[in-house]
């Protein structure tokens, strides 16, 4: 997606309502969309979390004269949810109540407090517990689709589950064998069930994808739903959208090499075969009612 586009369509996905009428207006992808306007809500979300912390007992205050969670929180432009807890905390309910209330409203304090979490819960797509379920099955497909084009191209990987505790950091798919991409030789590969823009880019270089590279070299990433035309692929990375990635045939080294003997496992590597079952997708969102958003 070029830049301006990507530009134009982030900053009108303010709302949930937007993603459903920009969609049919121009028959965009809902779930691509949505993914944006998640890019935003967090994003604004962090960047105001404490500004709007420091508002909590003032906004408490207009709770207790009648006002409800929801209507404050559309006025501050909040996500729902965040707002609910930050306001539950602030009348006192334990932090793991509070979120023990937005997974199981029947808990609730009062009636009153039901209501108002069941309807916060409602209108938040991203930090409500249904919101965080979505999230982790957009990652658990994206890592599932990434196993079935390994397993169809008879390359031989470990997950995260697989290497975990023997590495610091560990990728989607470590492979058995690098495989050639015109030239150069790829020993991991990462799913990213986002769109990379150059927020989301930055933030996966540092954190994840540049580990990878001084652990076990070169490899890619996979952005399932695209990402900013003229990214710059980092060094040592190679960036893939879906469409590019699911039509490459990979040339497949002949002899298994040593490629991470600095970090030799005692255990076998998987073997590429059906059916693999895909390692638990990372959550965002903690849940806690305290902690800044991602």
Do not use: C
């Amino acid at each position: 997606m070029d830049r301006a586009t990507y530009q134009r369509l982030y900053d009108a996905l303010a709302t949930y309502e937007d993603v459903h009428r920009i969609a049919h207006d121009e028959h965009r992808s809902e779930e691509l969309l949505f993914v944006i306007h998640t890019h935003r809500v967090t994003r604004d979300a962090t960047r105001r979390f404490y500004v709007v912390r420091r508002q909590v007992p003032r906004l408490v205050g207009q709770w207790k004269r009648g006002r409800s969670i929801l209507d404050i929180a559309r006025d501050w432009t909040f996500p729902p949810v965040l707002m609910g807890q930050q306001m539950l905390g602030e009348l006192g309910i334990p932090r793991k109540r509070v979120w023990q209330t937005f997974l199981h409203p029947e808990t609730a304090p009062d009636a009153r407090i039901r209501h108002e979490v069941e309807e916060l819960l409602a209108h938040d797509m991203i930090y409500s517990p249904h919101g965080m379920d979505l999230q982790r099955e957009r990652g658990r497909k994206g890592e599932d689709r990434l196993q079935r084009w390994l397993e169809k191209h008879g390359i031989g990987y470990r997950t995260e589950k697989d290497l975990r505790g023997k590495y610091a950091k560990t990728p989607d798919a470590l492979l058995d064998t690098p495989i050639i991409f015109f030239g150069q030789k790829l020993t991991w590969i990462e799913s990213k069930a986002n769109f990379g823009d150059d927020v989301e880019l930055r933030k996966n270089l540092r954190r994840q994808l540049a580990p990878y590279t001084e652990l076990f070299g070169e490899g890619a990433v996979v952005y399932w739903y695209g990402y900013v035309e003229g990214a710059e692929s980092p060094p040592g990375i190679l960036l893939w959208d879906a469409e590019t990635f699911e039509s490459i045939t990979p040339t497949v080294l002949p002899h298994p090499e040593r490629s991470h003997a600095a970090h030799p496992s005692r255990d076998p590597a998987r073997s590429p075969h059906p059916g693999a079952s895909p390692s638990a997708p990372r959550s965002a969102h903690d849940g806690s009612a305290a902690a800044p958003p991602p």
